[in-house]
T-cell receptor, first 112, second 120 residues
Framework: DAVMTQTPLSLSVTPGQSASISCKSSRSLLHTDGRTYLYWYLQRTGQSPQLLIYDVSRRFSGVPDRFSGSGSGTDFTLKISRVEAEDVGVYYC?????????FGGGTKVEIK | QEQLVESGGGVVRPGGSLRLSCAASGFSFSDYGIHWVRQAPGKGLQWVAFIRYDGSHKYYIDSVKGRFTISRDNSQNTVYLQMNSLRAEDTAVYYCAREDTALTDAFDLWGQGTMVILSS
């Protein structure tokens, strides 16, 4: 299985500052089709997860440009610039390259 | 609007069975693959199973193989998860999620979840 390791476990951010979350996979997520199947989801408290980023760095429809993804192969980063109160929640990376699909353990982001 | 609604959760004894349903509306259901993802209380997300848009391919996490069966009825816009031989570790909120096969392959639409509790 592709083990997804997220760090840090939690993050406390001052509004307006930036935050970064790391996600490392035990297997390369680059497919022979040229795509890298790495996603980021946000789960707000009491809600279902929602898609933020697909293919490492592509923002899903309606996602603010404060969210950006980067990385390649096995190492990935989600950056939230100018954090706002609505960004609070747990962020998960997920790989879609290998069955079983696997999620990172989650990073809880809170506001100071 | 586009929507997925799960149902069928509840309290069941270890060794028992339950069938979850995921009813879709507002989009062309037969064009999309559907996943089940679960979340144990206070824990992270765990992918459980997937069924292709036409039901021709199904995949499962090892821990549920032989116990869970995913199926779909495109005439009823519904995906099912038949869960047998349930164990304490199956206690979780179960979400169904749509896979955007056309563009992102991501889970772009999620249901609100249905809770499954194993209790003797």
């Amino acid at each position: 299985d592709a083990v997804m390791t997220q760090t840090p476990l939690s993050l406390s951010v001052t509004p307006g500052q930036s935050a970064s979350i790391s996600c490392k996979s035990s297997r390369s997520l680059l497919h022979t089709d040229g795509r890298t199947y790495l996603y980021w989801y946000l789960q707000r408290t009491g809600q279902s997860p929602q898609l933020l980023i697909y293919d490492v760095s592509r923002r899903f429809s309606g996602v603010p440009d404060r969210f950006s993804g980067s990385g390649s192969g096995t190492d990935f980063t989600l950056k939230i610039s100018r954090v706002e109160a609505e960004d609070v929640g747990v962020y998960y990376c997920m790989q879609g390259r290998h069955i079983p699909l696997t999620f990172g353990g989650g990073t809880k982001v809170e506001i100071k | 609007q586009e929507q997925l609604v799960e149902s069928g959760g509840g309290v069941v004894r270890p060794g028992g069975s339950l069938r979850l349903s995921c009813a879709a509306s507002g989009f062309s259901f037969s064009d999309y693959g559907i996943h089940w993802v679960r979340q144990a209380p206070g824990k992270g997300l765990q992918w459980v199973a997937f069924i292709r848009y036409d039901g021709s391919h199904k995949y499962y996490i090892d821990s549920v193989k032989g116990r869970f069966t995913i199926s779909r009825d495109n005439s009823q816009n519904t995906v099912y998860l038949q869960m047998n031989s349930l164990r304490a570790e199956d206690t979780a909120v179960y979400y169904c999620a749509r896979e955007d096969t056309a563009l992102t392959d991501a889970f772009d639409l999620w249901g609100q979840g249905t809770m499954v509790i194993l209790s003797s």
